[in-house]
Each structure stands twice: as structure tokens, then as C-alpha cells.
DNA sequence: TAAAAAATTTAGACGAGTCTAAAAAATTAT
DNA sequence: ATAATTTTTTAGACTCGTCTAAATTTTTTA
């Protein structure tokens, strides 16, 4: 049983080791957690001593199969949550993440699973992430940033990078890029990176350099 | 705002006071919160401080006019969660409790006012217990116990009084008495209270005076 | 109404989670 | 390869919510 701090901390290191693929510093966890070095030094000290994560002083942590899965169910419950706002609340996408982030922690396995079945087990979030099935396993396609397709291409959207900030969603639902949206890129400026996309056969607009590598789309 | 606990113990302050009708003593809310009589001491002095009890030393506590307000907001959100378990999710009026425990502490003003108009503004919970409004209101019409109704009357049932056990919801289930249920009163046995009642005119079953206390009927 | 009993508060301690300031180790730059 | 810089850890302190044990106040009983 983990505290609400415990699992917020474990899916920060789950986020930042990409999966569990690479070791995550005290810093980079601090600062995604927004706390200081010395509370992270702390808390993956019990992390450790739950097994939860393997940590070697002065050089990082790294996620254990064991915590490889319970930050899967947070994930999990956070991405059925996030769905369920949208789907059945008409929460827009810019607003569930904060609440998600609560909601997450509740626990009950049978709220869970009856949510997956109200939601029609949902593979993935109204970001177009994926929703890791009851026994934590992912299924997503190839997925490649807007930016890395060449030119003349029509693509569709799969998902979308989203952060803290709900200000980068907020600016594609006002171009009208949204998850299954079909955009086909027109131009690209050598200079500084950005192009040119025409949305659904109907608007065209330019996105930055920036913006196309978080908008993520089939290849 | 008020953390968690204070959420917790301001509830069942208002609960002890009946709507904030009576004062409530140190040990009696000991009792209800499960904790030690000097962890209440320490939390009313809080609850004080922030103007939602006013506390006199040995004589117990009241609950001000702010503290209703909060109490009933939180009383507000336990109930919605509770009537979104059993119509939306399926759950049986025994298991949403606990559940409710937790998402009765979600802060988001939005997500309850979208989740009241999913549930089509319900006016009480699965129990039957009145669901405050926004404005935290709440209109109940008259109940009265079961067991104080004369024999041969025909009544409804509006809610139960369920306190922390499931298992006298289980039994009425399984007697088949259940909110809006019909009954008629057959028999009064004067020698321990106990009654025999027929339920939507098809099943004659006894319930003690004690189960009888806590099914809440029409006049 | 004085003694006994019960209820309540105070005092002091503890774990969780956080912080700042100082010490230690690792990294980098010269 | 040594010095300067950056990163990380340790030490000590603080808040919140809890507890036990002791002191105090109220209530009951005789
Ligand atoms: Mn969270
Ligand atoms: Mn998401
Ligand atoms: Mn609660
Ligand atoms: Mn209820």
C-alpha cells in the first residue's frame, strides 16, 4: 500500500526513466515533482526499501519490475479517469488532467475495472495516450512527431505531447487539430522549422517548429 | 481549504449535531472518527481556529454557520458519488460507501456540477439520505421508522439508516426490501417489537424491532 | 457536599513529508 | 591532475495528524 505522495513520486520516476528504460537523477526528479534534491534524496530512500526502485547513491534511481507495475495501475486509473471526463462529463482535454491527477489515487480495483467497462475499455486517453490494460500491458502503434513527415504527406492524429500546461492544447483545439484529425503538410520552411498543414482537406494554418514535434501522428 | 482529515472530522461534527442542531462531545466524535479523544482536542482547537466549530473547553463543540455550508458541500459530493456507483458503474447499494469515503474529497467544483447533471440532479443517494443542492439546501419530505407505524397501514420505503456496516443493507436485500419498496404492515408482536410485514404484496417476512428502527417509511 | 468516577485537556513523543544550510561526492574546466 | 563547479546527500528543523501518560475539570454517587 502506497501513500498518495509514494505513488505520485513513482510515476514521476516511471515518466522520467521512459518506461523504466533509463536511470532518472535527483534532480530531474525534483524537478518534475517540484520539490527540492533533499525531499527526493528521502523519499527514494522508501521507494527503495519497498523495491519499488533500485537506487545508487549519487548516481539516480532505476525502476523495478515491481514498480514498473504499480506505476502502470496509476497510469492506468489516470488515463480511464481522463476518458471518463471527457466521454461522459464533456470535460474538454485541457481541463481533465488536474482532477485526473486526484481521482487517480482513489482505491478500489472494482471502481476500475467497472469504469474500464463503462468506458468500453478504451485504449487510449483523450490525449491519445495509451491506456495500459488490466495487466499493465501497453499497445500503441508507431507513432512520429509532425515535424519528422516530409512534405506532400496527409497523416492522422494520434496523440499529442502534453506537459503541465493546458495552454498547448487549448492552442490546437483553437487551429483545430484534435486526436484522429487528418492533416497534410504543404510546405516546410528550411529556416526556422515550421510548416505549413492543411487540416482535414478544409483549413490551412502554420504550426512551429516546436508545436509540430509534440503533435504526434501515423508515419 | 481543508485537508482531508478536516474535511473528515468537520462531516462528522455535523453528522453527531444532526444538521448542526445540538453540540457534540470530545468522545463522541473519539468515537465516530476512530481516534483518541486527545487527537479530537487537538483538531477542534484547528476547526475552531478556522471559524467552522466554535469549541468551549470540556463543554464540546457547535458547528457555525461556515461550518454547515462546508460540511454539507462534502455531504453533497459523498452522495453524488455514491448515486453515480450504483446507477452509472452497477455497484449494490453495500458497496459504495467506502468509495464515496474517498471521492467525497476530490476538489473540483466543475467536475460536481457535471457529474449532478449526468445523474439528472438527484434529489437523495442510494440510501435514500437527502443529496444538499448547490446551495445546500435540502428538501426531505416526513419520514418515520417502520416500526412505529400501527398495523394493517400500507407504506413506502424512503431510506434506511445505515451507519458504517454493510451487512444490515445486505440483509434487507436479501429480504427484498429495497428504496420504494411496499409494505404492509401485518403483525406487531407486542412482546419484543417485532413485525411481520408483506413486501409488494408477494413476500411475508419478520424484521426485528431493531431492523425496524432503520427502515424509514412514508407517514 | 465531599469523594469517586468519568470526561477532557495538556505534555511530550513519533512518523510522514517537507524545507534550508552545510558537507560530501562527482563532474568539468583549466 | 588539480581546482572550480555542480550535483547530491546529510543534518537539523518544521507542520500535520496521531498516540500514550499524566494532569485537570466536570459529573456522578453516596
Ligand atoms: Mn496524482
Ligand atoms: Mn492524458
Ligand atoms: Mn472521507
Ligand atoms: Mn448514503
Redesign the interface.
Known sequence: MLSLTEENYLKAIYHLSDGGTKSVLTNEVADAMSTKPASVTDMVKKLSAKKLITYEKYYGVTITKQGKTDALTIIRKHRLWETF?VQ????HWD?VH??AE??EH???P??IE??DE?LNFPIADPHGHPIPDKNGKIHTGQQVPLGDIAAKKTVTVLAVNVKESSSFLQYLSKIGVYIGAKLSILDKAEFDGSIEIMIDGKKKVFVSKEASQNILVTP
Open positions: 471526463l461522459k462529463l464533456n470535460f481541463q488536474e482532477v486526484q481521482l482513489i482505491q478500489s472494482l471502481l467497472k469504469l463503462l
